[in-house]
């Protein structure tokens, strides 16, 4: 048994973190402790019955982010269990907890970039799903601010959406008690990877790619040579944390792909008898209908397009998801009817209402199906202003304590690069790196 004395700082004597610079890691995560308890109320070291149940709503964002017991890394929570006998105890001994070992999960790990507005598709398409997948796997998610410079930022613009988006993955629902959450660029071991990868990639392999062909031919003479190096980094972010599974949309497929030839070539020039880098396989998102665009049912919704009524972004306001739903492309025929092909934008409104009624496409198909498109419209804005409002009204919480946020992502980063750090000094063995002398 291994038990952590937090707030009096005395780890325990069997452990790693009692030495060195892992006591100076000891002391960043006791540092978080105090921050989560004054955050929460816990102003003094009693615990009394008033700010005992505040506690325990919250007990579950508070993790200790990485400990070595035996060669073995665990993770661990503090529970409602902690919080057991009188009314008034000791918070030290609130915070001894026993860490056990956990059953190996598959590992997950996903970014969205920072840059435009996250919209409903982003979220049935992407964080919804992260959600669903939190107790089944170990799932790392990241905002991927370096993917976002391929293209022309506002400095203050940029910072400003990084924080948004982190602030989006916990108000959908992400915990980071059951998921590491953190910023690409936090953890410098992504860059180091992109190169080392760099020199082991074809050119044509990248020459390939269909979405640089795409956005190559948007920007004309300013393409930029990170632009084409872009899936590059995308597989230095999957292969980094050995991931088992990505979660890819049809458009992505071609991008996971090239992660897996580039894990295949690098552990066939560098690998011998082992794997080096894991080769990650598809996790195809089950049932999931794809959103496409307000103004064109044939495309995707999609955050680079530059007209704002093609998508209803997350943080829309009440009155502006009303204007774009009631401007939004409809045909002529009668009756609310599911048909991809003949009627895309009526298909693609109904599979939204479904998705945000939590009901199957037959279902809504049949309740709708006498409406006109007024009646249609109005339940549609219902239900998408109804679904949106407590993600909102989190979302804006959130921003407001950017301590709070920061101090999550800061944890995330910790544990992400602690991860990325046993991969590194691997591959850099394997390619002949002297390493750091002490």
């Not at 410079?149 to 613009?157: A, L, N, S, W």
């Amino acid at each position: 048994m291994l038990y952590w004395k937090s707030l009096c700082k005395i780890p325990c004597s069997n452990c790693i973190w009692n030495t060195g610079k892992n006591h100076k890691r000891f002391e960043s995560f006791v540092h978080s402790l105090s921050f989560v308890s004054s955050y929460h109320g816990l102003s003094s070291t009693k615990l009394t019955t008033s700010n005992k149940s505040n506690l325990v709503g919250h007990l579950s964002l508070h993790w200790k982010r990485c400990v070595r017991v035996n060669g073995s890394f665990h993770r661990k929570r503090y529970t409602a269990a902690s919080i057991q006998g009188d009314s008034t105890m000791n918070y030290s001994s609130l915070v001894e907890q026993q860490v056990t070992q956990s059953p190996k999960k598959l590992r997950i790990v996903s970014g969205v970039q920072p840059t435009g507005y996250l919209h409903i598709g982003n979220y049935l398409g992407a964080l919804h799903q992260w959600v669903l997948h939190q107790e089944q796997y170990e799932n790392l998610f990241f905002v991927v601010d370096l993917h976002a410079i391929t293209v022309p930022q506002d400095p203050k613009g940029l910072a400003d959406a990084t924080l948004s988006a982190a602030a989006l993955f916990l108000a959908c629902g992400i915990d980071p008690s059951k998921s590491t959450i953190f910023i690409q660029s936090h953890v410098k071991a992504h860059v180091e990877l992109c190169w080392l990868l760099n020199c082991v990639t074809p050119v044509n392999w990248l020459e390939k790619m269909i979405q640089f062909k795409e956005k190559a031919r948007k920007q004309g003479e300013n393409v930029s040579v990170g632009l084409f190096d872009y899936p590059v980094l995308m597989a230095s972010d999957v292969l980094l944390y050995q991931a088992d599974l990505v979660p890819v949309g049809e458009d992505q497929q071609q991008h996971l792909e090239l992660v897996r030839s580039i894990s295949k070539r690098f552990n066939s020039l560098y690998g011998k008898k082992k794997k080096v880098l894991k080769e990650p396989k598809p996790l195809i998102q089950g049932n999931t209908s794809r959103i496409m665009a307000l103004d064109d049912g044939t495309c995707k919704m999609s955050k680079s397009s530059s007209n704002d009524m093609s998508r209803i972004n997350l943080l829309d306001p009440p009155h502006v998801i009303k204007r774009k739903i009631q401007r939004c492309k409809t045909d002529s025929f009668m009756g609310i009817v599911s048909d991809p092909v003949g009627r895309p934008e009526c298909t693609n409104l109904l599979n939204i209402y479904a998705a945000f009624t939590n009901q199957s496409l037959t279902k809504v198909e049949a309740e709708c199906r006498e409406m006109s498109w007024g009646q249609f419209k109005g339940v549609l804005t219902d239900a998408v202003t109804t679904f949106l409002d407590p993600i909102q009204k989190k979302y804006y919480q959130l921003r407001e304590d950017e301590d709070f946020l920061k101090q999550v992502l800061k944890n995330g980063s910790e544990y992400a690069s602690s991860i990325a750090q046993v991969t590194m000094q691997q591959v850099k063995d394997c390619m002949g790196f002297i390493r750091t002398m002490d």
